[in-house]
């Protein structure tokens, strides 16, 4: 879920530019200059409007001022009051359609107050899914009866269309939104998607996309394209709110759901009923909204919204329609949240008339601690695996919904042409002597690491080429001059292939490489060969597919062979990534093949283990690596979990590193080794999230600035310092204009961020700033990471200093809280002293 993290721009054309729903919020400064009457501080209509039609009032007003119109005409109308004569009632729209007989005994007066016309109003209490907001979602899986809760709200749903409702997905919301518990997060989605998996499993794959806060995979470029005003407007139309309004409620709770909430809480009554929203009708209102192109598109976008707003049931319903309109749902829940939770569920749970077993829940109920955490980590590991190959909901739900979590799964939902496999990452070194250190005893390939682009390359049998960024996007229009040279790359039996590389600017006269700045230049959509300025060679380094066959299992060696030996070199245009061969003896030549791409204008280089041997005195030790998942999900699928403790070594052997290709982790099988990493200065990708008001010559300018790391587990993010070193005047001004109060991009204090202190100001995270530091140490104060290395302590940085804002980077790629983990538990091994001592005390 794109948690507070700031989407990532399309590599399409950029769509036209939309202003923020906070401007909208805080309106027009010249509006409304006389003060307001009391009812505006509330937020519902002033008694003078500019302009008042029944189009802008909502129904409440709307239905007032008719009633009051029919009162009048009522009035000047003679009332009949002898016994017997009952006035006549006209059926009319949203009229009471019938009157009561009358017992003979009532007295006459008592008719002479009964009117022609009365609209019926209902009271927006009540009207809520009492069924749906009492399950206690968040219980212990085990202690759960789903069954139970799956056949009372089917019964339920019947009377409303049969469809689960939006009301249940809202409950699940709601409860992981209260808390911060990791655990409780996970057990309240598993519970939730384990009710629609035995209830309607027709609405678990719509039910999953709202969770995770998308509606396409990021290689299809579907995207609601909502603007500020079109929310707004909707708020304004269907809460009865006007600009002041609006603004009143934003600035006093910084968030558009919760203005929402506050202004659906206020409304007590409206013409009609609303129908329940279903999950699967409010994803279909998304998509509507997204596939909504040409004349007339913004009108129905419009409409969508409005309509969506009108049928919410209770304000938490319109909390989390707004939320998901502006792409924020704050729940504390990401892509590997959803992976673990549906993993677990289908382990308690199936649909009824599913062929594969689940075991009974008395059964988990008597398993130990660790035989469950087994279980529960072979399920996670092969649902993580099958996402990492075939990133997509619309293939991997069904594949659950009918097999399971089984081994069927990773050849169902495997890896398939033109859909992107997430890439493996390498992780980083201090410096080569720690690069030699971590891979002694073993074989490995120094590459160059150019300065460019990362690129997933896909070409089927009919010649059909695709590209892909390494955030999985489309940028096969960006680069028509790759796809035409694909024909001639692919050798002589050469069908289909999946190859990887780095799309590098280079001067095509001489061959000399340019920085990253210049291939951003080029355009990225609609380019035309004939029209590029900004000339590009990909540099190939990996082969994940050949001919139908994944080459995920095959060591780094194999792989590299077969591309250089299969596909033809095109100078300039399409090649080979230099590397070097080497072992941990052979430092002066690596030395000098580092210090050669540093000087060729590349970040460093990177260190790929080429197969699953280690030497120890020159005899050779080969890994067990058995292609299936069952057999490797510890070794492997596990290697890289930075939570996991290090263990005691068996004298005289290493932890096995495997040469083959992972997608989506971070092994040490693949290392970088950048120019400007040294043993006394390292550098963190952090989120500036808030800052304090200067002192002395700083005081009209935001120092310190809080700066934070991101938790990839549930999204928050988490306080790791202040910094007041290696800004520029300059960089000051500019950050004081950019987060200057009553912009948007200063809100209020939100709840994704996890910090004890009270900033002068809070920051909308959108950037990342490189920083550099002399050590880690345990902080009272900081909650980076805390819970990984300390049950009470978090961890934080000592002597802190600004290197560059990181503009080729979301905050999705900002550090994590586990990366920091290990680097502490790294530094603690380099000192001498056990992982769980006691560092130095933060002294920022």
Request: hydrophobic share 35%; glycine share 6%; aromatic share 8%.
């Amino acid at each position: 879920m794109p948690s507070p993290a700031k989407k990532r721009k399309r590599n399409g054309e950029l769509p036209p530019k939309m202003r923020s729903i906070e401007s909208f919020f805080n309106g027009p400064k010249n509006e409304l200059k006389q003060a307001p009457e009391p009812e505006v501080e509330l937020g519902i209509q002033p008694r003078i409007q500019p302009v008042v039609t029944e189009q802008t009032l909502s129904d409440e007003a709307l239905a007032r001022k008719i009633q009051a119109e029919w009162d009048q005409e009522e009035d000047s109308q003679p009332v009949n009051t002898d016994i017997g004569q009952i006035p006549k009632v006209e059926p009319e729209i949203n009229t009471v359609p019938s009157m009561p007989s009358i017992p003979a005994d009532i007295p006459s007066i008592a008719f002479a107050t009964i009117k022609k016309n009365t609209l019926s109003l209902q009271s927006s209490s009540g009207i809520e899914d009492t069924v749906s907001a009492t399950i206690p979602f968040d219980q212990n899986p085990q202690m759960f009866d789903a069954s139970k809760y799956a056949a009372e709200l089917q019964s339920h749903w019947i009377a409303e269309g049969g469809d689960a409702t939006y009301a249940l997905l809202t409950r699940a919301f709601v409860l992981a939104n209260s808390t911060t518990s990791r655990i409780k997060i996970v057990d309240t989605l598993v519970n939730f998607l384990r009710v629609l998996i035995e209830g309607d499993p027709g609405s678990l794959l719509p039910a999953v996309w709202l969770a995770t806060n998308s509606i396409s995979p990021p290689y299809e470029e579907l995207e609601l394209g909502l603007g500020g005003s079109a929310i707004s407007k909707a708020l304004k139309k269907i809460y009865g709110l006007d600009n002041q309004g609006l603004k009143t409620l934003y600035d006093r709770h910084g968030d558009a759901g919760d203005v929402a909430f506050e202004a659906k809480k206020r409304q007590t009554f409206t013409l009609v009923k609303p129908k329940p929203l279903k999950i699967k009708g409010v994803f279909q209102s998304l998509q509507k909204i997204a596939t909504s192109k040409g004349s007339g598109s913004q009108e129905i976008k419009q409409q969508t919204v409005e309509k969506l707003l009108q049928d919410t049931r209770g304000a938490e319903e319109s909390r989390y329609i707004v939320r998901t309109l502006v792409q924020n749902l704050r729940i504390g829940a990401v892509k590997t949240t959803m992976l673990i939770a549906l993993a677990r569920a289908f382990l308690y749970s199936k649909p009824t008339g599913a062929e594969f077993t689940v075991r009974p829940q008395s059964e988990f109920a008597r398993l130990k601690k660790e035989e469950l955490a087994e279980i529960y980590s072979n399920a996670e590991d092969i649902v993580k695996a099958s996402y990492a190959r075939h990133p997509n909901y619309n293939d991997l739900v069904p594949c659950l919904i009918e097999f399971g979590v089984s081994e069927e799964l990773l050849i169902r939902c495997g890896l398939v042409l033109h859909i992107p496999l997430r890439p493996m990452l390498g992780s980083i070194t201090r410096d080569l002597s720690d690069m030699l250190t971590k891979l002694q005893g073993r074989e490995f390939s120094c590459e160059y690491k150019y300065d460019g682009q990362r690129a997933q390359v896909h070409c089927d049998d009919q010649g059909k080429v695709s590209i892909f960024s390494r955030h999985l996007e489309l940028m096969t229009e960006k680069y028509p001059d790759l796809v035409s040279l694909v024909p001639q790359i692919r050798g002589e039996g050469v069908s289909s292939f999946i190859l990887e590389g780095e799309v590098v600017a280079v001067d095509r006269k001489n061959g000399d490489l340019q920085p990253f700045q210049t291939l951003t230049n080029r355009a990225k959509k609609n380019v035309e060969i004939g029209t590029i300025a900004v000339n590009v060679c990909l540099f190939a380094f990996d082969l994940m597919y050949l001919n139908g066959e994944p080459l995920l299992d095959r060591p780094f060696r194999e792989r590299r062979e077969l591309l250089r030996s299969l596909f033809v070199e095109i100078p300039r245009q399409f090649t080979w990534v230099k590397s070097l061969d080497a072992a941990s003896t052979d430092s002066e030549n690596i030395l000098d093949f580092f210090k050669s791409a540093t000087d060729t204008k590349c970040e460093g280089i990177m260190v790929k283990v080429l197969d699953n041997t280690i030497k120890f005195n020159n005899q050779d030790t080969a890994t067990t690596l058995n292609p299936t998942i069952k057999e490797t999900n510890i070794q492997s699928i596990k290697a890289d979990d930075p939570k996991s403790k290090p263990k005691e070594k068996e004298k005289g052997r290493r932890k096995a590193l495997i040469s083959t290709y992972e997608p989506d982790k971070r092994l040490e099988s693949w290392l970088k080794v950048k120019k400007d990493y040294s043993t006394s200065s390292e550098t963190l990708d952090l989120i500036p999230i808030a800052g304090w008001h200067g002192s002395g010559r700083k005081s009209k300018w935001w120092s310190p600035i809080l700066l934070a790391v991101r938790n990839p587990e549930s999204g928050a993010l988490e306080a790791v310092t202040k910094c007041i070193s290696g800004f520029t005047d300059k960089f000051y001004a500019s950050n004081k204009e950019k987060y200057v109060a009553g912009s948007p991009n200063v809100i209020s204090r939100p709840g994704y961020v996890e910090y004890y202190g009270e900033p002068d100001v809070w920051f909308e995270p959108q950037e990342v700033w490189e920083v550099a530091f002399a050590d880690i140490t345990l902080s009272p104060t900081y909650t980076a990471a805390i819970g990984l290395v300390s049950e009470a302590r978090g961890l934080s940085l000592r002597f802190p200093r600004f290197v560059k804002v990181r503009e080729d980077k979301s905050i999705d790629e900002a550090t994590s809280s586990d990366y920091l983990a290990l680097l502490w538990r790294k530094q603690a091994e380099r000192a001498g002293v056990e992982s769980g001592k006691e560092g130095i005390e933060d002294g920022v």
